[in-house]
C-alpha cells in the first residue's frame, strides 16, 4: 500500500484479555519494527523483523508479548493477559532495508493502535 | 551504549520566532542522527537524516539541523514558526547506519499567535 497501515487505531480491553494489533507495511519493505510509546516517554524499541532472518525480540517488555510477520509481509503484535502498565500507543515501522546510510533505511511509520487497559 | 537527550519536554515560541529544539548524543561510533515529527493522532514523518558529509542538513517545511561533533549536539532549527509547525518532534540516533534506533523523549512544540 501507499503507506504502513495499523489496525485497530484504538483498542479498550480488560485487565487479563489478549489483544491483537496489526501492522501492514508498505509493499517491497524488508524492514518492519514496533515500538511503544508511552505518555511522557520515547519511542521504546519492541521487535525488528528483516527478511526471512530470526527477528530481533530483545525489546519485548516480558513473555506476554509475541510479534509475527506472515510471508514477509503483515506483522501481528500479541499482548496476552494485558496489564494496566501496557496501555501505550503501539507504533509500527517499516523500511525498505534494515540498515545503511542511504534513504533505505528511513522508518515510515503507522498511525499506531491506541491501546487502553481498564 | 548509545543515548539521545533532549532538553525541554515543552516549547513555547510566538509565531514567526526563531524554533530551537535541542539534541544531544553519545555514540561510540559516528552516527546517523534523524529528526522525526508527530502531528496529532498520526505516526511520526521525517524532517530530516545526518548521516555523513556536510553537517548543516536541511529538511522539509524549512527546519535544518547541525551536526557538531565535538557537543555531541544535534539541534533543530527553524528561522520563523508557523503555526501548523505545532507538534511533536522526536530526535533519534543509530549506531553507524544499523537498524537500531534510539529515539529521545520527544519535545512537543507550541505556537502562539
Known amino acids: 500500500g501507499a503507506g504502513v497501515s495499523q489496525s485497530p487505531s484504538n483498542k479498550v480491553t480488560e485487565k487479563g484479555k489478549d489483544v491483537e494489533l496489526r501492522c501492514d507495511p508498505i509493499?517491497?519493505?524488508?524492514?518492519l519494527y514496533w515500538y511503544r510509546q508511552s505518555l511522557g516517554q520515547g519511542l521504546e524499541f519492541l521487535i525488528y523483523?528483516?527478511?526471512?532472518?530470526?527477528?530481533?525480540k530483545s525489546g519485548l517488555p516480558s513473555d506476554r508479548f509475541s510479534a509475527e510477520r506472515t510471508g514477509g509481509s503483515v506483522s501481528t503484535l500479541t499482548i496476552q493477559r494485558t496489564q494496566q502498565e501496557d496501555s501505550a500507543v503501539y507504533l509500527c515501522?517499516?523500511?525498505?532495508?534494515?540498515?545503511?546510510?542511504?534513504?533505505?533505511?528511513?522508518?515510515?511509520f503507522g498511525a499506531g493502535s491506541r491501546l487502553t487497559v481498564l | 551504549a548509545q543515548s539521545v537527550t533532549q532538553l525541554g519536554s515543552h516549547v513555547s515560541v510566538s509565531e514567526g520566532a526563531l524554533v530551537l529544539l535541542r539534541c544531544n548524543y553519545s555514540?561510540?561510533?559516528?552516527?546517523?542522527l534523524f529528526w522525526y515529527v508527530q502531528y496529532p493522532n498520526q505516526g511520526l514523518q521525517l524532517l530530516l537524516k545526518?548521516?555523513?558529509?556536510?553537517?548543516l542538513v536541511k529538511g522539509i517545511n524549512g527546519f535544518e539541523a547541525e551536526f557538531k561533533k565535538s557537543e555531541t549536539s544535534f539541534h533543530l532549527t527553524k528561522p520563523s514558526a508557523h503555526m501548523s509547525d505545532a507538534a511533536e518532534y522526536f530526535c533519534a540516533v543509530s549506531r553507524g547506519g544499523t537498524y537500531k534506533y534510539i529515539f529521545g523523549t520527544g519535545t512537543r512544540l507550541k505556537v502562539l499567535a
Open positions: 555514540s561510540s561510533v559516528p552516527p546517523y
Open positions: 545526518y548521516t555523513t558529509g556536510a553537517t
Open positions: 515501522a517499516s523500511s525498505l532495508y534494515g540498515g545503511g546510510a542511504s534513504g533505505a533505511n528511513v522508518l515510515t
Open positions: 523483523f528483516q527478511g526471512n532472518s530470526a527477528p530481533d
Open positions: 509493499s517491497g519493505h524488508t524492514a
